[in-house]
């Protein structure tokens, strides 16, 4: 492409100096409330904003989750001008009253399908959720059958014409309507010098936010965490069901769209691995990308003594099982990988671990015992630490895995799918065992599970490569280095 620049680099560290003069005014987006601990996404985005508040004065406004509930650390927030969330505005929102009546409802229904780009798409979109292609049970009545045949026609159609939003992004809908006069009073009295934006998923909500500024033409960082029209190829790839296929490939084409817009609109773009800044240059016509990876907290991970592993092999996978990457693990799992390591092993068990894992007690149920489901830990290092095994059984996603990372640095030897450790350079044999199919998989958990002297040597070498290339404190350095490079006081 005539005049294309890129400018590729893998940032190798840098020295923070001290600020002399004013500083530039950032206003920040974040979808997830960062902390640390957390989940993956709430921990990059923690130490990443750090580092945007060594470099500029930053306004955060964090739409706190899915569900609008949570908030910015303290320690965070204290290095903020000032955070804005809707944990701290009112609960009340308007919503489309349906009105009394089943001629009222499916007028409404109607309604939604005849004249979708109304109220922000969110009646057509929350029928879209609900009566998609391969949502419905078998024995749904012809109506409803009916309904998704010309929601799935429809949405179809507007995916290719109209800018329908992609559907992770339309669930902070809500929450950036509940933010938007908090916003928009900031705007009216402050002016700023640089958008960053956390999670390329923020992009619509950051783009909403910036046209209510008094240069909606900022400059503009982007946080990346994942390609996540990647992530929606490959959930696409590994359905079973025609209608998941459909549905994800669907989300496929609106990421992609989505996720070239802002990165055609960005001056600087980080990104956790070196396979995703390639894949994100591709789509770019003039940015500087820069590879800050995933980490982790050493002095938060570490191999506590005074737990000891479980007395019967334990075999361990922590994550959040809200994403549908981390379910699908866990399904294929234990369909496919557990009762052949049984096989070898009777009395092995299984413990997976995290937020909303109790909603998969029903693929658990089968197994009895054998598995066990911790929901929601409030500190999920004894999980690690009962591990014999850690097991990373990722079939789809994107990014790299602090998960991994996590566990290396409490000593726990890992196996993990090729997909499951991507992003980081580990050597097979050495820091980790990869394995992709179920009796590989299955051989590679058994052997350690029954060689404890192999375990041993592949948790010292991957605990010296963790803690001498992944921890965070380095990597937020490295990243303030770039940003005090690219935009100088």
């Given at each position: 492409?005539?005049?294309?620049?890129?400018?590729?680099?893998?940032?190798?560290?840098?020295?923070?100096?001290?600020?002399?003069?004013?500083?530039?005014?950032?206003?920040?987006?974040?979808?997830?409330?960062?902390?640390?601990?957390?989940?993956?996404?709430?921990?990059?985005?923690?130490?990443l904003?750090q580092?945007?508040?060594?470099?500029?004065?930053?306004?955060?406004?964090?739409l706190?989750?899915?569900?609008?509930?949570?908030?910015?650390?303290?320690?965070?927030?204290?290095?903020?001008?000032?955070?804005?969330?809707?944990?701290?505005?009112?609960q009340?929102?308007?919503?489309?009253?349906?009105?009394?009546?089943?001629?009222?409802?499916?007028?409404?229904?109607?309604?939604?399908?005849?004249?979708?780009?109304?109220?922000?798409?969110?009646?057509f979109?929350?029928?879209?959720?609900?009566?998609?292609?391969?949502?419905?049970?078998?024995?749904?009545?012809?109506?409803?059958?009916?309904?998704s045949?010309?929601?799935?026609?429809?949405?179809s159609?507007?995916?290719r014409?109209?800018?329908?939003?992609p559907?992770?992004?339309?669930?902070?809908?809500?929450q950036?309507?509940?933010?938007?006069?908090?916003v928009?009073?900031?705007?009216?009295?402050?002016?700023?010098?640089?958008?960053?934006?956390?999670?390329?998923?923020?992009?619509?909500?950051a783009?909403?936010?910036?046209?209510?500024?008094?240069s909606?033409?900022?400059?503009?960082?982007?946080?990346?965490?994942?390609?996540?029209y990647?992530?929606?190829?490959?959930?696409?790839?590994?359905?079973?069901?025609?209608?998941?296929?459909?549905?994800?490939q669907?989300?496929?084409?609106?990421?992609?769209?989505?996720?070239?817009?802002?990165?055609?609109?960005?001056?600087?773009?980080?990104?956790?691995?070196?396979?995703?800044?390639?894949?994100?240059?591709?789509?770019?016509?003039?940015?500087?990308?820069?590879?800050?990876?995933?980490?982790?907290?050493?002095?938060?991970?570490?191999?506590?003594?005074?737990?000891?592993?479980?007395?019967?092999?334990?075999?361990?996978?922590?994550?959040?099982?809200?994403?549908?990457?981390?379910?699908d693990?866990?399904?294929?799992?234990?369909?496919?990988?557990?009762?052949?390591?049984?096989?070898?092993?009777?009395?092995?068990?299984?413990?997976?671990?995290?937020?909303?894992?109790?909603?998969?007690?029903?693929?658990?149920?089968?197994?009895?015992?054998?598995?066990?489901?911790?929901?929601?830990?409030?500190?999920?290092?004894?999980?690690?630490?009962?591990?014999?095994?850690?097991?990373?059984?990722?079939q789809?996603?994107?990014?790299?895995r602090?998960?991994?990372?996590?566990?290396?640095?409490?000593?726990?030897?890992?196996?993990?799918?090729?997909?499951g450790?991507?992003g980081?350079?580990?050597?097979?044999?050495?820091?980790?065992?990869?394995?992709?199919?179920?009796?590989?998989?299955?051989?590679?958990?058994?052997?350690?599970?029954?060689?404890p002297?192999?375990?041993?040597?592949?948790?010292?070498?991957?605990?010296?490569?963790?803690?001498?290339?992944?921890?965070?404190?380095?990597l937020?350095?490295?990243?303030?280095?770039?940003?005090e490079?690219?935009?100088?006081?």
């Amino acid at each position: 492409m005539a005049g294309k620049k890129i400018v590729l680099e893998i940032t190798q560290g840098g020295t923070v100096m001290p600020h002399q003069q004013k500083r530039k005014t950032c206003l920040a987006v974040a979808l997830q409330a960062p902390r640390m601990p957390g989940m993956g996404g709430e921990v990059r985005s923690y130490y990443l904003l750090q580092a945007a508040t060594e470099v500029f004065d930053v306004t955060l406004v964090c739409l706190g989750g899915p569900d609008g509930s949570g908030t910015v650390q303290a320690d965070l927030a204290a290095r903020c001008v000032r955070v804005l969330q809707p944990a701290d505005l009112p609960q009340d929102l308007p919503t489309q009253s349906k009105g009394p009546g089943r001629l009222r409802s499916w007028w409404n229904l109607m309604y939604a399908l005849l004249c979708p780009w109304r109220d922000h798409w969110l009646y057509f979109l929350t029928l879209f959720l609900q009566y998609r292609p391969g949502s419905l049970p078998p024995n749904s009545g012809p109506g409803k059958r009916l309904i998704s045949c010309v929601i799935g026609w429809e949405s179809s159609l507007l995916s290719r014409f109209c800018h329908i939003p992609p559907i992770t992004c339309f669930m902070f809908d809500r929450q950036v309507r509940r933010i938007l006069d908090a916003v928009r009073d900031v705007a009216e009295n402050e002016s700023f010098d640089v958008l960053w934006v956390e999670h390329s998923l923020a992009w619509p909500a950051a783009r909403q936010f910036a046209s209510l500024l008094k240069s909606a033409k900022l400059p503009v960082i982007c946080s990346g965490h994942n390609v996540e029209y990647l992530v929606c190829e490959r959930m696409g790839r590994s359905s079973h069901s025609p209608g998941e296929r459909w549905f994800h490939q669907q989300q496929a084409v609106l990421m992609r769209r989505m996720e070239r817009q802002i990165y055609r609109r960005s001056q600087l773009i980080f990104q956790c691995s070196r396979i995703d800044a390639d894949i994100t240059g591709k789509e770019t016509a003039n940015a500087t990308l820069s590879v800050i990876g995933n980490g982790v907290n050493g002095a938060y991970f570490f191999d506590d003594q005074t737990i000891l592993p479980d007395p019967v092999p334990l075999i361990v996978f922590t994550a959040g099982f809200g994403y549908g990457p981390n379910r699908d693990a866990v399904k294929w799992f234990l369909e496919n990988v557990f009762p052949l390591v049984q096989k070898t092993l009777p009395n092995v068990r299984f413990l997976f671990a995290g937020a909303q894992a109790g909603e998969l007690t029903a693929l658990a149920a089968p197994f009895g015992d054998a598995v066990e489901i911790v929901s929601s830990p409030a500190d999920i290092r004894p999980c690690f630490q009962r591990a014999s095994v850690y097991v990373v059984p990722l079939q789809s996603g994107g990014g790299t895995r602090l998960k991994i990372l996590e566990a290396m640095s409490m000593r726990r030897a890992v196996v993990s799918t090729s997909v499951g450790a991507e992003g980081v350079e580990y050597e097979h044999g050495k820091h980790l065992l990869l394995a992709d199919q179920p009796h590989e998989f299955a051989a590679s958990v058994t052997q350690l599970l029954l060689n404890p002297a192999r375990r041993t040597e592949l948790v010292e070498n991957a605990a010296a490569f963790v803690h001498k290339f992944y921890e965070w404190d380095s990597l937020r350095d490295r990243a303030v280095a770039v940003l005090e490079r690219e935009f100088p006081q």
